[in-house]
């Protein structure tokens, strides 16, 4: 590329004045100023935050008493079988609407049914079923069988006294033993009886 126009552009040297405009000196003491005065208000002002001053609450200061809800209990594990008006289904799975087991005097006997399960002919309201009830020792706290007793009790048209969780750990340790389901009329009859 030697054309007479390139020659001419590498002997010129640059305008003057573009290589040489220096930034204003009002401009530079201006920012020096700004950061000078930055650098003393963090100075003049910083606090250390102790951290007393902080949030000082743990996970459990969140957590909230939960208790047992018995309806919720029940539509969760009895449902499917005993269905939501405690009527059960006829021939196969027995009411607890109305069933001498439930409004038993002593709820103690309702409470050993759920904790052991039933298993063998079982009378119900005059009808006599031989299905498998489930135990529900090992899924159920204390609180929770007693919500669940005091919901079946109070429930279906079902008006008997309440229970509590001190009263199912009572109940609770006078079987520890049994690891059966109880065996229908055989068994309970005599609970009913006391
Ligand atoms: C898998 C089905 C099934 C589930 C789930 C079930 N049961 Fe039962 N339940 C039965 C059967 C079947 C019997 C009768 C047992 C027999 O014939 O020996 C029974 C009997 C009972 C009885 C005594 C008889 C009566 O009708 O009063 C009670 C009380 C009872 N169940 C309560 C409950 C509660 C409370 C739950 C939930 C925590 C529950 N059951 C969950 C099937 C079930």
Redesign the pocket.
């Known amino acids: 590329m030697t054309t007479p126009q390139f020659l001419q552009q590498q002997r010129e040297h640059p305008e003057p004045e573009e290589s040489g405009r220096p930034v204003p000196r009002l401009v530079l003491i201006l920012i020096g100023g700004l950061l000078a005065w930055a650098m003393y208000y963090l100075y003049a002002h910083y606090t250390p935050m102790p951290s007393l001053v902080g949030d000082n609450r743990v996970a459990e200061d969140f957590t909230v008493a939960v208790s047992a809800d018995g309806a919720q209990?029940?539509t969760a594990?009895?449902?499917?079988?005993?269905q939501a008006n405690g009527n059960?289904l006829p021939g196969?799975?027995?009411?607890?609407a109305n069933?001498?087991?439930?409004i038993a005097r002593d709820p103690g006997v309702?409470t050993q049914?759920?904790l052991h399960?039933?298993?063998?002919?079982?009378t119900?309201?005059g009808t006599?079923?031989?299905?498998?009830?489930?135990n529900?020792r090992d899924?159920?706290s204390d609180a929770e069988v007693a919500a669940?007793?005091n919901?079946?009790r109070t429930h279906f048209g079902n008006a008997a006294t309440q229970t509590d969780a001190a009263h199912v750990a009572q109940v609770r340790a006078a079987t520890e033993q049994r690891s059966t389901?109880?065996n229908?009329d055989e068994d309970?009859q005599p609970l009913l009886a006391q």
Do not use: Q
């Not at 069933?99 to 439930?102: F, G, K, L, Y």
């Open positions: 209990l029940y594990n009895c449902v499917a079988c005993h059960g196969v799975f027995p009411p607890l069933s001498e087991w439930v309702v049914i759920i399960g039933v298993e063998g002919p079982l119900v309201a006599t079923y031989s299905g498998i009830m489930p529900f899924t159920f669940v007793v919901y079946l389901p109880w229908g309970l």
